[in-house]
């Protein structure tokens, strides 16, 4: 006989209590990267790495542009930290990468003038910096194809996340 309807844990969840109050969860906590949202992981990841102290930013950082595309250089004086926190995070939620798919990810529309906009790649060397200084922190590995994130890393950005406040909906 194949019953139809709910799952079990599903059905008991949706019982009410013994009396009669209907049952709520608890909100849960993050455990993983993946459970937070993007945004507000990678500027607490970008504090972590600026208050350790342990990644070392490169003097032309004040100067240089995030892409050939681009006019100005990025107004945060933080962007560096932004940057590396944002390639940690997606190297844990996609696995390795290298420095042309980083590329790609941070490209964007390239102003032809009269003519159409066309996909423009972000800057190789920014991408190789972040990368080298998350090597240096321990949060990234020499894969066979770009690069990986380590247990450790994946440990530490674990931890990180799970002192984000989620909002709850």
């Given at each position: 006989?194949?019953?139809?309807?709910?799952?079990?844990?599903?059905?008991?969840?949706?019982?009410?209590s013994?009396?009669?109050?209907?049952?709520?969860?608890?909100?849960?906590?993050?455990?993983?990267?993946?459970d937070?949202?993007?945004?507000?992981?990678?500027?607490?990841?970008?504090?972590?790495?600026?208050?350790?102290?342990?990644?070392?930013?490169?003097?032309?950082?004040?100067?240089?542009?995030?892409?050939?595309?681009?006019?100005?250089?990025?107004?945060?004086?933080d962007?560096?930290y932004?940057?590396?926190?944002?390639?940690?995070?997606?190297?844990?939620?996609?696995?390795?990468?290298?420095?042309?798919?980083?590329?790609?990810?941070?490209?964007?529309?390239?102003?032809?003038?009269?003519?159409?906009?066309?996909?423009?790649?972000?800057?190789?060397?920014?991408?190789?910096?972040?990368?080298?200084?998350?090597?240096?922190?321990?949060?990234?590995?020499?894969?066979?194809k770009?690069?990986?994130?380590?247990?450790?890393?994946?440990?530490?950005?674990?931890?990180?996340?799970?002192?984000?406040?989620?909002?709850?909906?």
């Open positions: 006989e194949r019953r139809v309807g709910l799952s079990f844990p599903a059905a008991r969840a949706a019982r009410p013994p009396d009669g109050s209907p049952v709520t969860m608890a909100p849960t906590v993050p455990h993983t990267v993946k937070v949202p993007a945004q507000e992981f990678v500027i607490a990841l970008a504090q972590y790495f600026r208050s350790t102290g342990k990644m070392e930013v490169p003097t032309w950082v004040d100067i240089v542009k995030t892409a050939s595309y681009k006019e100005l250089a990025p107004y945060d004086p962007w560096f932004i940057r590396a926190a944002s390639i940690a995070r997606k190297l844990y939620v996609s696995g390795s990468m290298g420095v042309g798919a980083f590329r790609k990810n941070y490209g964007g529309a390239k102003n032809n003038g009269v003519c159409r906009h066309h996909h423009g790649v972000g800057s190789g060397s920014v991408a190789r910096a972040c990368l080298k200084q998350l090597e240096a922190v321990g949060v990234v590995e020499k894969a066979t770009g690069r990986r994130i380590t247990s450790t890393g994946m440990r530490d950005l674990d931890r990180i996340a799970c002192r984000v406040k989620v909002a709850s909906a």
